[in-house]
């Protein structure tokens, strides 16, 4: 069991999943459905929010991070909100737009990272009962063996029944009662 457990934790190394998923074209929904997958996005919109930090603005340098530049639907929300906080219908001045674009984007980055660690220990938690239930089916015997253990408690259970049954004749013979022959009654369904 024990090894089971090894042999499957030790193929979820991080970035041999995120290159396997980077090759099956949009990564980013599998990925939310694993805690690894959570763990890595939540990297990854780390390190675009300390771009966001550092620039001052969501660009379109720190929205290729993820995957090596090329487009998922995570790169895709980025993009629409870049596109969303260049906007300036207020007609703000320069210092204003852009600080008001790093708000906007270190919120909607403060958000995902939440709604991501939210995911990611829901996933660890389900992944937690998946591999208790994986030991527990390790545990449990085949079902021909099963079978075999199913028919030998059958024969010991009719075995212990015959016992019992002649313990109670023997008894009631000792008491000096008169005690008929022995009885066996099968009662079977025919179809």
């Given amino acids: 069991m024990d090894e089971g457990q090894r042999e499957r934790s030790r193929t979820k190394h991080p970035e041999l999943q995120l290159l396997e998923l980077e090759v099956s074209g949009d990564p980013i929904g599998s990925m939310r459905d694993s805690a690894l997958g959570n763990c890595v996005l939540e990297r990854l919109l780390g390190e675009i929010r300390q771009a966001v930090e550092q620039e001052g603005e969501l660009t379109e340098a720190a929205m290729r991070i993820p ?62 009962r998946e591999e ?12 021909e063996t099963l079978d075999k253990i199913q028919r030998y408690e059958t024969t010991l259970q009719r075995q212990l029944y015959r016992a019992l049954a002649q313990l109670e004749r023997l008894q009631r013979m000792r008491r000096g009662e008169a005690v008929p022959a022995p009885l066996t009654v099968e009662v079977s369904e025919r179809a």
């Fill in 132 to 143: 208790e239930a994986r030991q527990a089916a390790a545990v449990l015997p085949s079902k």
């Fill in 67 to 128: 995957f090596g530049g090329k487009r998922n639907s995570l790169t895709q929300e980025l993009d629409k909100l870049r596109l969303q906080l260049l906007e300036n219908p207020e007609g703000l001045d320069a210092a204003s737009l852009k600080q008001k674009q790093k708000t906007g984007a270190l919120a909607f980055l403060d958000r995902k990272l939440l709604f991501l660690s939210w995911r990611k220990a829901d996933c660890e938690k389900r992944e937690a």
